[in-house]
């Protein structure tokens, strides 16, 4: 299947051609398309694991992605967008909702009462998980480094917010926000800067669950105080094709808000990045066409 994209690993779509053998879809029809292709056959995807397919391949990684005008793929990557989603509004969805809600709700299991520390809220992910541990009952902690992007955070639903550069060490400042409770879950992608400290604010029985590193992918590890406090600490990988129905739907319903900074023209495609590299966004930075 050809279709019409803009966006890179955040891709918005028209049907453009249809491949040999491709009978559900029609020209024209908008789709929104997930972050990766999987084969449907190994054991990962018979079991419903799709998103750690043996021969999974992310759009935009390792085949061409959105920054494009046409590109190929599989009829089984994409899924029809309802008309009241807008392509800008859809293009927040797969790689940030899609990930925060596999992480927080599939592998940590996030309960109604709970304390989530979300690390990085400006980013696109960390925008996304503060609503997703919202709407999942949560109560929730968000971590920046700037004061401005904290005050955004409190106006998306965070509770209470911790500049980490100011407070390194700001397990400390969990322990007061808490009452002295710490926090059961902790949302991590950030990496070696916080590892530390983000294991450092669970409670006993607490999990971490990460998706990235972004500042390294070594963290130091007190192991006496994993073992002692029962604590788990996870690994969590994209969404699978199961849940991008799920937070499409959600979406549709209102549950959740594209957290949607600003948008590129085509262009200006390298000013966009720079503007990510600068990390002056807080959510989605979507690129559109000229």
Known sequence: MAVWSRPAKSRRWEVAALGPGVYDWQIGERVLVGAFTSDGTCEFCLAGHDNLCV????????????FAEYVRVPASAIVRLPENV?????????AAFGTAW???NFRAQVRPGEWVLVLAVGSGVGSAAVQVAK???ARVIATSSSD??????????ADAVINYS??????????ELTNGRMVDVVFEHVGQTTWKASIASLRPTGRLVTCGGSSGRWGETDIWGVFWQQLTLMGSNGCTHREFFQILELYGQGKFRAVIDRTFPLAELAAAQRYLIERKQFGKVVIVPD
Not at 86 to 94: K, Y
């Open 135 to 137: 709407a999942l009952g």
């Open 55 to 66: 021969n999974r391949k992310i759009i935009g990684v390792q085949v061409d992605g959105g």
């Open 102 to 104: 596999h992480m927080l």
């Open 86 to 94: 807008s392509f800008v509004e859809a293009s927040a969805l797969p």
């Open 166 to 175: 100011a407070n390194p060490n700001f397990q400390h400042a969990v322990r």
């Open 148 to 157: 401005d992007k904290l005050e955004m955070a409190k106006q998306w639903g």
